[in-house]
């Protein structure tokens, strides 16, 4: 299949110039969604689609909004990583949004996430590092120690898929190694917002802001009632700063009116994909007492990551998909 890979523009600027840029901007004409290719929707159904090569592929162009695996892991499975997890999920050390749970470490907690931020970072990446050093032989533990290989079974099905890419979790020129594979529990409704780390985390030099198309992976770990994500037709591009809320990572919901929407419900043992760069939201969870987990709540429990694609373009080899949470 021949793809040419269209880059995106790749903001290494300080956030605060782009941002007062951006309120620079007239805003007083109507606002139109700013979805990919200035105004014609590019996806080609609004329904989740099995996951293939193709369908990977087309996630990673905006040519689809979903990807979905029901059954993945087994009822059986996905309740052995609730009642081991669930009650030693831990809060985000850095969020400006509704409450997060995590076990493992979020590249996420170390970015400028508020206007302010952008002008004050200064040795994030290092910290990111240092945290997540702890944490990079997780995965093979719970594999070793409890029998749970999850990340593994994902990450082994895109690699098979791709024979043809290096595939592999992300690491620094210097050898710093990212994780991947974080356990979260977003039980409350967030911002609405976008993943893509070309901008988010142009504070400091990563290796995943080389990247130029970026989609996360979602294993849904409990049967919760709510907490449904809405994937919007809005791709994120420079315009959007206009739309920017100075005080946490989201954005105004008027960037998304009148675009399509596609809708992942959180199917217990459902792999779920899509693309990040998407304006997306997710809904509250409905409260339920879990004496079983000695919780007064049920955790909206997932297995995440990011997945973003370097072109042979700029690997001077092959393409390079890489994983990190």
């Not at 076990?103 to 590092?129: H, K, L, P």
């Not at 977003?186 to 995943?208: G, M, Q, R």
């Not at 005080?247 to 994909?273: F, H, N, Q, W």
Request: include cysteine; charged fraction near 20%; hydrophobic fraction near 35%.
């Amino acid at each position: 299949m021949n793809r040419t890979f269209i880059a995106p523009n790749v903001f290494r600027r300080s956030y605060a110039r782009a941002y007062s840029t951006a309120l620079s901007y007239n805003t007083s004409s109507p606002r139109a969604p700013l979805v990919p290719g200035n105004g014609k929707s590019h996806w080609k159904t609004t329904e989740a689609v099995p996951l293939s090569r193709e369908s990977f592929l087309a996630l990673l162009y905006g040519e689809t909004p979903l990807i979905k695996s029901p059954g993945f892991l087994s009822p059986d499975e996905c309740w052995k990583y609730e009642k081991l997890l669930s009650p030693l999920l831990e809060p985000y050390k850095y969020n400006t949004g509704p409450l997060l749970r995590k076990i493992g470490v979020a590249q996420f907690e170390y970015q400028a996430q508020r206007n302010d931020d952008f002008n004050s970072r200064t040795n994030e990446q290092d910290q990111y590092f240092q945290d997540a050093s702890q944490w990079l032989d997780f995965h093979s533990r719970l594999r070793t120690e409890h029998g749970l290989d999850a990340w593994f079974r994902v990450f082994d099905k895109i690699t098979t898929m791709f024979p043809d890419w290096d595939v592999q979790v992300a690491s620094e020129r210097h050898g710093k190694t990212y994780f991947s594979g974080i356990f979260r529990a977003l039980n409350d409704a967030t911002h609405l917002h976008v993943d893509f780390s070309p901008y988010d985390s142009s504070t400091e030099d990563w290796i995943i802001n080389s990247v130029e198309c970026q989609a996360v992976f979602n294993l849904y770990l409990a049967p919760v009632k709510g907490g449904i994500t809405t994937v919007h037709d809005v791709q994120w591009t420079k315009e959007a700063l206009k739309y920017r809320d100075p005080e946490s990572y989201g954005y105004d919901r008027s960037i998304a009116v009148g675009a399509r929407k596609a809708y992942c419900e959180p199917t217990v043992g459902a792999l779920c994909m899509f693309n990040s760069r998407n304006m997306h939201e997710v809904d509250a969870v409905k409260v339920e007492n879990m004496p079983s987990l000695g919780l007064n709540y049920r955790p909206r429990l997932t297995l995440s990551s990011f997945m973003g694609l370097i072109p042979s373009s700029r690997t001077k080899g092959r393409p390079r998909l890489i994983f990190w949470s």
